[in-house]
């Protein structure tokens, strides 16, 4: 089996590698266009943006399975809140989608990203550290180091796994 996964963050492929490990898959990783914002700013297109990379990694990479994983941010009433999608793309079927945890930004970094800049270099700023959505990512930073990006995604992941053995392997 051939999974493709659709970025060279480590922060990702870490999450995708750590679910599969019972199947022994071939990997291969690749950037391809999320088709959406640099900065996500909802639900839906964060969730576009995971689909498309999932698809893209699919027929780009020629794998048996694509994945698309999306960071993105959500206004909700209560405050400007981190979002994360997962889709899972099997060829000529329906992709499978799953979110992930979701924390509330404070209000300064969530002004930053109204004003027009991207999550990665205002973390990068604000926690005077490089490559922070590489790494802990805005959830670990704010959560104090309970949850990082990649345990994060690796819920998607379990999500998305789960889904498609469900659907195609049981
Ligand atoms: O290389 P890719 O796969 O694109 O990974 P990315 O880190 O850029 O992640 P996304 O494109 O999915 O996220 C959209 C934007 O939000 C930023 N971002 C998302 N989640 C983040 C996090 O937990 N910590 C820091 N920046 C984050 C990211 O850097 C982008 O500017
Ligand atoms: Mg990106």
């Not at 999932?54 to 027929?59: I, K, T, V």
């Not at 941010?73 to 945890?101: D, I, R, S, T, Y």
């Not at 990203?113 to 205002?122: D, I, N, Q, T, Y």
């Not at 959505?133 to 998305?160: C, P, W, Y």
């Amino acid at each position: 089996m051939k999974i493709v996964i659709g970025t060279k963050n480590p922060a990702k492929i870490k999450a995708v590698q750590s679910v599969f490990v019972d199947d022994q898959p071939e990997y291969m990783t690749i950037n391809v266009a999320s088709g959406v914002s640099g900065q996500p700013f909802s639900d839906e297109e964060t969730m576009t943006g995971a689909l498309n990379r999932a698809l893209a990694a699919l027929e780009q990479g020629e794998g048996d399975i694509g994945i698309g994983l999306e960071g993105g941010v959500h206004q909700h009433e209560h405050g400007l809140f981190l979002c994360n999608w997962g889709a899972l793309a099997v060829k000529g079927e329906q992709p499978l989608l799953a979110g992930g945890a979701r924390i509330p930004l404070p209000t300064e970094i969530a002004e930053r990203l109204k004003a027009g800049e991207e999550l990665g270099p205002v973390m990068d700023d604000y926690a005077k550290k490089e490559n922070v959505r590489k790494q802990e990512g805005a959830i670990g930073i704010f959560s104090n180091g309970e949850v990082d990006r990649a345990e994060m995604f690796t819920h998607v992941m379990k999500l998305l796994k789960g889904q498609y053995e469900y659907k195609y392997k049981k």
